[in-house]
């Protein structure tokens, strides 16, 4: 342990403890207690020797000697009460006063003395306050002022000491005071360095904070420029802070909320504080090479300012920034989740809606003709009549066996165990088997079906029965929601390495409302109680699972009141899916003119009569 040290430990017990905590505040009171104390104790060891070289004191070196006793006493003033600019006004008294004493003996304003009054005002700044250098100054200056007076009135005690003891006096005054203003400026230089010091060390800390944090800090004016931001934005937009300055941030803002982000700085600049969402452009990732919008919330505060400041300056806001993506992508999750349980609720109610009129219709037929062949000996029923009957009951029941077989297809599909059996097959005469099925029906609504099949079509692999349900579907749909005298075309061509089936008809249509829907299980086109058709809403949703299934796409494109044609796209050679079915495009559902189907089924038949063997086949009333 040092002598500096111990008495650096010395002085530290001495402190008040307002000034313990304040590096630069231990500083200055060790700055102001060191030298007096120091200097007090080496003048009271050294007054036993000059007693003894010099004899009997005289009154001015009484007083001299006196005046060290000051020092100690501002030293435990300034301790006891930690006031700072006290100590300094009391230390400026203390040394003007023995100034004025010494000089008023020793000749007034000519005297050696004379010259430390220019130490006051010196000392005075070491207090670093305008109002104790001001009094030291003004205190000064007043002391000057009374040794012209005191001298010009000739109130000066006679002293005449020769031309010899004058220079020593003077060299003596001058000196010292030199060497006394030189330990000032050396304690200025110091306190000035550990100030320094202390300002470099804050700032390092609240630069390794900055750089450390997870959240960015900017410094905003009010149009958006940054003047600062942390470097932990490097780490968040993957740019460098220097590509962020000015208006560099606010380039990177999504347009769309470039106005809310304007706002919201404003807002703060007035005193106000603010917190906005917005999307900010990332530097794209090197393997991706996609460019990326974070959300960030931004909460921002208007800039402290200075009491000294011109307030004409612009105002300023700081803003703290952390991505929040992982937030908004679980809150579109939880929205999503919310839409799909909503829908799956409204798909509930309109499956007990379409179910209590689909099972129950033909159950009460089944019930009721069934109870009257049972009473037939007592309502005299005749064989035709039971006939008539037993087959009503039968229709009922396939009619209830088809929308059974359709709910658990569809359950199958959504469970994922509806399993594909590939095998080869002949699509045409698939789907000429599937239309012949339909004619009868077709004729009976006055519909005419007309399949467009080619010779050449080749075999392709596949499920041979999804591959009928789908036509058998398609065909009935358009013949079901088509008006008596329309037209239903049928056909099939191959495009590549895929067979493309389309089904186009003259019927009603679809509303685009309604068409962004088609293809969910239970939903039919048009108000529930206003339908003049049956089914379950289950047909075009199986032919969408099953087309999804076959790795296929299923395309819709409808007017209302013009028709519909419904295209779907199946590859000729069907291979087992690596993932499931369901992460796949399955259909795209786009509004049509009528001219545009009627067009495109002219095309696609000028198309097959350019063929080497067409085959045309056309079933009407």
């Not at 102001?32 to 009154?59: C, K, N």
């Not at 006096?169 to 550990?194: I, N």
Request: hydrophobic share 50%; glycine share 6%.
């Amino acid at each position: 342990m040092t002598v500096l040290s111990i008495i650096r430990d010395c002085l530290d017990a001495l402190l008040h403890p307002s000034a313990r905590y304040d590096a630069l505040m231990r500083a200055r009171h060790r700055a102001f207690m060191a030298p007096r104390l120091l200097g007090s104790l080496a003048a009271f060891a050294a007054f036993p020797v000059y007693l003894a070289m010099r004899g009997a004191p005289s009154a001015i070196e009484v007083a001299a000697f006196a005046w060290l006793i000051a020092p100690i006493m501002l030293s435990w003033f300034l301790s006891r009460t930690g006031r700072y600019e006290g100590a300094h006004v009391l230390s400026s008294l203390a040394l003007a006063g023995l100034i004025m004493a010494v000089a008023i003996t020793t000749g007034g304003i000519e005297s050696f003395a004379a010259v430390w009054l220019i130490v006051v005002p010196l000392e005075a700044a070491l207090s670093a306050s305008r109002r104790v250098a001001a009094f030291a100054s003004l205190l000064a200056l007043s002391c000057a002022g009374m040794l012209i007076l005191v001298t010009q009135l000739g109130w000066l005690p006679v002293v005449e000491p020769s031309a010899a003891e004058r220079g020593v006096l003077m060299a003596f005054g001058v000196a010292s005071a030199t060497l006394y203003a030189a330990g000032l400026a050396f304690g200025a230089e110091s306190l000035a360095r550990t100030s320094v010091a202390l300002l470099s060390r804050e700032e390092e800390r609240y630069r390794l904070l900055a750089r450390n944090m997870s959240d960015v800090i900017s410094r905003h004016q009010r149009n958006g420029a940054v003047q600062f931001i942390s470097p932990a934005v490097e780490a968040m937009l993957g740019a460098q802070v220097a590509q962020l300055l000015g208006h560099g941030l606010f380039d990177r803002v999504h347009v769309a909320d470039r106005p809310a982000y304007l706002t919201a700085l404003s807002d703060a600049a007035r005193g106000e504080v603010r917190s906005v969402e917005f999307r900010l452009r990332r530097e794209p990732v090197a393997e991706r090479g996609q460019v990326d919008f974070i959300w960030v919330e931004m909460r921002c505060r208007p800039l402290d300012q200075d009491s000294a400041r011109d307030f004409t300056c612009e105002a300023e806001v700081v803003a703290v920034m952390r991505d929040v993506t992982d937030r908004k992508l679980f809150e579109q999750a939880l929205d999503q989740a919310r839409s799909a349980a909503e829908a799956a609720d409204a798909a509930k109610t309109r499956f007990l809606a379409t179910m209590s009129h689909e099972l129950r219709t033909p159950l009460n037929a089944i019930i009721g003709f069934s109870e009257m062949i049972a009473q037939e000996q007592a309502l005299m029923l005749g064989a035709a009549q039971r006939k008539e009957y037993a087959q009503l009951i039968n229709d009922s029941g396939q009619h209830l066996l088809s929308v059974v077989n359709g709910i658990l297809d569809m359950s199958k599909m959504e469970a994922g165990n509806f399993e594909i059996a590939s095998e080869p097959f002949a699509p045409r005469a698939s789907l000429l088997h599937c239309c012949n099925l339909l004619a009868l029906k077709a004729r009976e609504n006055g519909i005419d079906l007309i399949t467009d099949a080619p010779q050449d079509l080749p075999v392709m692999t596949g499920d041979p029965r999804a591959f009928k349900q789908i036509a058998l579907n398609l065909v009935a749909n358009a013949i079901k929601f088509t008006e008596r005298g329309g037209q239903v075309c049928v056909s099939a061509a191959v495009s590549g390495s895929q067979l493309t089936l389309r089904i186009s008809d003259t019927g009603v249509g679809i509303a685009p409302d309604d068409l962004k829907r088609i293809g969910a299980p239970f939903f039919q086109a048009g108000t529930t109680y206003q339908r003049r058709h049956e089914g379950t809403g289950l047909g075009l949703s199986i032919v969408k699972s099953l087309v999804a299934l076959h790795l296929g796409e299923l395309t819709v494109q409808s007017r209302l009141g013009e028709g519909t044609a419904v295209t779907v796209k199946l590859p000729l050679v069907y291979t087992p899916p690596q993932a499931k079915p369901a992460e796949r495009k399955i259909a795209t559902l786009t509004p049509a003119l009528r001219q545009d189907l009627q067009g495109q089924d002219l095309q696609d038949q000028a198309h097959d009569q350019s063929q080497e063997q067409p085959a045309l086949v056309k079933k009407s009333a």
